[in-house]
């Protein structure tokens, strides 16, 4: 089965980067269902590897990697390759996020902010899993509706009628931020969950047992599952 091609290491490139032809793309159209379920997730979650949309969608990684290009060829999405250890990655061109009803801005992920972006896709997967009649609110709809400044969670989390904020830790600030951060989230939602990278975890662990707070609830990052499941 065909796979992408790599675009090999160092700063990330995008098929168009590479003179795929942006200028050849296809006359627009309406996004099929299937189509626009896989834009939407890409709004949402801002990018997403080509393994983690694998998972997503259901399927086997390679025809993840179909699906990516059938979406560049579309004009939709376009995909890339930043390190030698991660797969490719996809993100909406402008006229993805256009039909994707999202109204996020359309750009590649920032190779700082990988790590941290991939962490969130999944815990994402592992709430599908866990709760999946659970609606996934993301950070780029958070941050549109309080704005830039602020604490904020990387999602919210809907339960019936309860909002959980999720934060991801992968290292932990000083303990009076923290306390501030998570003291913020506990007055604004019914309950905090935290999932955390092995040190912040045992940081968090110790500040919630000093304080006791009721709310707040610490989890260790979730591990790569090989089935797949659905977007949430």
């Given at each position: 089965?065909?796979?992408?091609?790599?675009?090999?290491?160092?700063?990330?490139?995008g098929?168009?980067?590479?003179?795929?032809?942006?200028?050849?793309?296809?006359p627009?159209?309406?996004?099929?269902?299937?189509?626009?379920?896989?834009?939407r997730?890409?709004?949402?979650?801002?990018?997403?590897?080509?393994?983690?949309?694998a998972?997503?969608?259901?399927c086997?990684?390679?025809?993840?990697?179909?699906?990516?290009?059938h979406?560049?060829?579309a004009?939709?999405?376009?995909?890339?390759?930043?390190?030698t250890?991660?797969?490719h990655?996809?993100?909406?061109?402008?006229?993805?996020?256009?039909?994707?009803?999202?109204?996020?801005?359309a750009?590649?992920?920032?190779?700082?902010?990988?790590?941290?972006?991939?962490?969130?896709?999944?815990?994402?997967?592992h709430?599908?899993t866990?709760?999946?009649?659970?609606?996934?609110?993301?950070?780029?709809?958070?941050?549109?509706?309080?704005?830039k400044?602020?604490?904020?969670?990387?999602?919210?989390?809907?339960?019936?009628?309860?909002?959980?904020?999720?934060?991801?830790k992968?290292?932990?600030?000083?303990l009076?931020?923290?306390?501030?951060?998570?003291?913020?989230?506990?007055?604004r939602?019914?309950?905090?969950?935290?999932f955390?990278?092995?040190?912040?975890e045992?940081?968090l662990?110790?500040l919630?047992?000093?304080?006791?707070?009721?709310?707040?609830?610490?989890?260790?990052m979730?591990?790569?599952?090989?089935?797949?499941?659905?977007?949430?």
């Amino acid at each position: 089965m065909d796979r992408a091609a790599p675009i090999g290491a160092g700063k990330l490139e995008g098929r168009r980067g590479r003179g795929s032809g942006a200028a050849k793309r296809p006359p627009i159209r309406t996004p099929e269902r299937w189509e626009f379920d896989v834009l939407r997730l890409l709004a949402e979650q801002a990018a997403v590897p080509f393994d983690q949309l694998a998972r997503f969608l259901g399927c086997e990684p390679e025809q993840a990697a179909r699906v990516a290009r059938h979406l560049t060829k579309a004009g939709y999405a376009d995909y890339g390759r930043t390190l030698t250890y991660e797969p490719h990655w996809a993100w909406l061109t402008t006229r993805g996020a256009r039909f994707s009803g999202m109204e996020f801005p359309a750009k590649p992920p920032k190779v700082g902010a990988m790590a941290r972006m991939r962490a969130v896709n999944e815990v994402r997967l592992h709430i599908a899993t866990r709760a999946p009649q659970a609606r996934w609110v993301c950070a780029r709809s958070i941050v549109r509706e309080q704005g830039k400044r602020g604490y904020r969670p990387n999602a919210i989390v809907e339960v019936g009628r309860e909002r959980h904020a999720l934060l991801v830790k992968l290292g932990f600030q000083s303990l009076e931020r923290e306390r501030d951060i998570l003291e913020t989230q506990m007055a604004r939602h019914d309950a905090v969950v935290v999932f955390c990278a092995p040190s912040p975890e045992k940081q968090l662990e110790r500040l919630a047992a000093e304080h006791r707070w009721p709310k707040l609830v610490v989890r260790p990052m979730p591990k790569p599952q090989s089935q797949g499941c659905r977007p949430a």
